[in-house]
């Protein structure tokens, strides 16, 4: 599905626990995959800035959105301790 931003939606993975992880997808479809970790209090959205430059090497970015941020939901995660 394409999306306003110029990137694609992937929409929400449900994984094996049930919680939702926001991917997004910009760049080539189907092509080098790179991988987008963002920070702090941002989202995957944050890699809609490269995917012109994605399209232009034909790479494929794949944003990932932290729990909790974005479309993925909130988990506490075990202490540490």
């Known amino acids: 599905m394409q999306s306003n931003n110029g990137g694609t ?3 929400s993975t ?5 919680r939702r992880v926001g991917v997004w997808r910009f760049g080539s479809p ?3 995959p790179l991988v987008w970790n963002h920070g702090g209090l941002s989202c995957g959205m ?3 800035v490269m995917d012109e430059a994605a399209r232009s ?3 494929e970015i794949i944003a ?4 909790g941020i974005g479309r ?3 988990w506490s995660m075990a202490s540490v301790g």
């Open 57 to 59: 090497c034909g790479a």
């Open 72 to 74: 993925s939901d909130l």
């Open 9 to 11: 939606d992937s929409g």
């Open 46 to 48: 944050d890699a809609t």
């Open 30 to 32: 189907g092509g080098w």
């Open 64 to 67: 990932i959105d932290r729990p």
């Open 14 to 18: 449900v994984l094996v626990d049930s």
